[in-house]
């Protein structure tokens, strides 16, 4: 099992080796897995936008490593990704795309527990992305944009009152 989670897949489509990079940086999240999130990322300078109540702006890989993987990494998350589309041009090193996400969250070993405390989060990711020296596709810069959200926001958000 040590090759669940690759860094880099063989053999994957351009298209679906962009969207590979979103997948690493989610299922990094999920596994807390720093390798693995961090392989989603075009190296240090890059940036996280999380937009909901209000915009927060997390700028350089080992800053939201601090305030994103820190913090979700150790929780029972899932993080589903669908209808991903992708805007490349031929030839191109740099490329867009847009996805929407599920994210369930709960606090670390309380996941399966029913009466647990949750928070659900559904929301459009965005992202700038380019294509390293190595061929590997790498987020330059990302946005959550927050739709709606259910439960506690105090799970993920500890500065958060819990929901009523």
């Known amino acids: 099992m040590t090759d669940m989670y690759p860094h880099y897949l063989p053999s994957l489509s351009e298209r ?69 589309r992708v805007n490349l041009k031929d030839g191109a090193d740099t490329a867009t795309l847009t996805a929407m996400s599920t994210a369930h969250h709960s606090a670390a070993g309380m996941g399966r527990n029913p009466t647990g405390p949750k928070y659900i989060a559904g929301g459009e990711y965005l992202a700038d992305l380019t294509k390293d020296g190595s061929g590997v596709w790498r987020i330059k810069k990302l946005v959550l944009r927050v739709i709606w959200t259910k439960g506690d926001p105090s799970v993920v958000w500890p500065e958060s009152e819990a929901a009523a």
């Open 16 to 84: 679906d080796a962009i969207a590979d990079a979103l997948y690493r940086v989610a299922i990094g999240c999920d596994r807390n897995d720093v390798q693995l999130f961090n392989s989603g990322w075009a190296g240090e300078d890059v940036s996280f936008e999380i937009h909901r109540d209000d915009e927060t702006v997390v700028s350089n890989l080992s800053v939201i490593r601090e305030n994103i993987l820190k913090i979700v990494g150790p929780m029972d998350t899932t993080h589903n990704v669908t209808m991903v």
